[in-house]
């Protein structure tokens, strides 16, 4: 991954989405070449030179300022998870390192795996910025089996998503899921480029589908905080969840819990998604912390 041309590419997105209308600009004659925001557009309502803001949109970031990345920010009306996106971009590019070795494999600590094991009524798992699924509580494990037991390798949402036959089934709102777990991807390239076990993700999964191709030159990025999703068991059918994401600063690892709406049939399913774990032969296999997820 190139943060420079990431830089350009995020910007030229960014600014083919802003009508004139949008951006509050006066426009005259009807001819226009693009159907969104010029450069020099940009520049005004930054409140820099077109010069400095062609420069910046071919990735030369260097010298650019808080104030400057604000304006430009301001001008393209880039949202909370746009505007970190921008700022992690130009760093990247700023302070370019060298990609090191291959890390070691992660793991998830003792202690954080002894939290997810006492959250025995709601299912939980543990996940990084690449969707590389490092641990799980045992009703996560079995609310997320399919995934967890994917053919496509080590546990990881985006290759389950994207390369296993059964993600579409398993995930009833499958192209905004594919959405969401690009958009994630997208937002940890930004953080860290020089990833190496991300870069080989995503040249895995760019290989091998067009989906993920399409999404990817999109340059979407969001946070993945807070939210629903909708799922479709293989043993206890149609689940309705509200999420929470805790994050392990520490670790660069985030908990996901799951939960449901009381007395409503996604209670009930989750309910007998526990009574079927713990029949004997029920359940599902647990993901191994110690996997080295590199793919």
């Known amino acids: 991954m190139d943060a420079r041309q990431d830089i350009r590419d995020f910007l030229v997105s960014r600014r083919a989405r802003i009508t004139p209308r949008q951006a509050g600009l006066l ?17 005004r309502l930054a409140g820099i030179s077109v010069e400095y803001y062609t420069r910046l949109e071919r990735g030369n970031a260097s010298g650019a ?9 301001r001008a393209l009306q880039l949202d909370e998870a746009e505007r970190a996106h921008l700022f992690d ?4 590019a700023t302070f370019a390192r060298r990609a090191g070795r291959r890390p070691a494999a992660e793991r998830v600590r003792p202690t954080i795996q002894r939290i997810l094991d006492a959250m025995t009524g709601v299912p939980a798992y543990v996940r990084t910025s690449r969707l590389d699924i490092l641990a799980a509580n045992a009703l996560g494990a079995a609310l997320y089996a399919p995934a967890l037991t994917s053919v496509t ?9 994207f390369l296993d036959p059964a993600a579409p089934a398993f995930f009833p709102a499958w192209s905004a899921v594919a959405s969401d777990a690009v958009a994630i ?14 870069s080989d993700l995503i040249g895995e999964l760019s290989t091998r589908s067009e989906e993920f191709r399409v999404l990817w030159a999109a340059h979407n990025v969001q946070f993945h905080r807070t939210g629903t999703k909708s799922l479709h068991h293989p043993v206890v059918g149609d689940l309705q969840l509200a ?3 805790l994050d392990l600063p520490s670790d660069g690892q985030r908990i996901l819990v799951y939960t ?17 774990l713990a029949t004997p032969g029920g359940g599902a296999p647990l993901p191994t912390p110690a996997a080295d997820t590199a793919g």
């Open 27 to 43: 426009v005259y004659g009807t001819t226009r070449r693009v159907a969104g925001l010029r450069r020099e557009e940009v520049a």
């Open 65 to 73: 300022s808080e104030g400057v990345l604000e304006g430009v920010a």
């Open 89 to 92: 971009l130009v760093r990247a």
């Open 153 to 161: 390798g080590a546990p990881n949402m985006a290759r389950f998503i």
């Open 185 to 198: 991807l997208r937002a940890a390239a930004g953080q860290d480029p020089y990833d190496r076990r991300l």
């Open 243 to 245: 999420y929470e994401a």
């Open 260 to 276: 449901a709406e009381p007395g409503s049939p996604s209670a009930d399913a989750l309910t007998l998604l526990a009574s079927w």
